[in-house]
T-cell receptor, first 114, second 114 residues
Framework: AQSVTQPDIHITVSEGASLELRCNYSYGATPYLFWYVQSPGQGLQLLLKYFSGDTLVQGIKGFEAEFKRSQSSFNLRKPSVHWSDAAEYFCAVAFNQAGTALIFGKGTTLSVSS | GAGVSQTPSNKVTEKGKYVELRCDPISGHTALYWYRQSLGQGPEFLIYFQGTGAADDSGLPNDRFFAVRPEGSVSTLKIQRTERGDSAVYLC????????????FGPGTRLTVL
């Protein structure tokens, strides 16, 4: 069955330090890949997505993610974390066709220390 | 433009009661999704509409859950004979319905069953 794994439940990063959140998926072909962020009391906001082409994708708020087919991974990165980045981050995949549902990982909670 | 809206934002009910949760998608979006997010988990798919019809309801947990979208815009998720295990945040998302169309989420309805 298709699945998404986010190995890290909780990560703490110092403000200004770099960040990498891990995501691995299990699927027979290359899916559509997404990263969402959820702040307390807020809805899920799309950070970036990968469909095809360049494996390094840029998103909003200075985030980027790299698709690595050989590792079935889609890790999220940011070179310098700001305190406002503290939130829960979800990786999600969708099958390669119109209108299919997203399958989410369990999320990684990011804390930022000063 | 306006995003996805959901009402009510919070709903407290007693075990055995009937509840309705409403979703108003982004104007022009033909696809509408319902997800359920339990504490500490990622969202789980419930049902997907393309236009007025339910294209995929495989995520509905049992026959107490039902959803409609009679005019292809607003959708209502209906839960009969609520149980304490139904307590969760119910999220609605909409998209263009095209392959790879990003899903945009509403703020959710927090349902508490006492």
């Amino acid at each position: 069955a298709q699945s998404v794994t986010q190995p890290d439940i909780h990560i703490t990063v110092s403000e200004g330090a770099s960040l990498e959140l891990r995501c691995n998926y299990s699927y027979g072909a290359t899916p559509y890949l997404f990263w969402y962020v959820q702040s307390p009391g807020q809805g899920l906001q799309l950070l970036l997505k990968y469909f095809s082409g360049d494996t390094l994708v840029q998103g909003i708020k200075g985030f980027e993610a790299e698709f690595k087919r050989s590792q079935s991974s889609f890790n999220l990165r940011k070179p310098s974390v700001h305190w406002s980045d503290a939130a829960e981050y979800f990786c999600a995949v969708a099958f390669n066709q119109a209108g299919t549902a997203l399958i989410f990982g369990k999320g990684t909670t990011l804390s930022v220390s000063s | 433009g306006a995003g996805v809206s959901q009402t009510p934002s919070n709903k407290v009910t007693e075990k055995g009661k009937y509840v309705e949760l409403r979703c108003d998608p982004i104007s022009g979006h033909t696809a509408l999704y319902w997800y359920r997010q339990s504490l500490g988990q990622g969202p789980e798919f419930l049902i997907y509409f393309q236009g007025t019809g339910a294209a995929d309801d495989s995520g509905l947990p049992n026959d107490r859950f039902f959803a409609v979208r009679p005019e292809g815009s607003v959708s209502t998720l209906k839960i009969q004979r609520t149980e304490r295990g139904d307590s969760a945040v119910y999220l609605c998302a909409s998209s263009s319905g095209l392959a790879g169309g990003s899903q945009y989420f509403g703020p959710g309805t927090r349902l508490t069953v006492l």
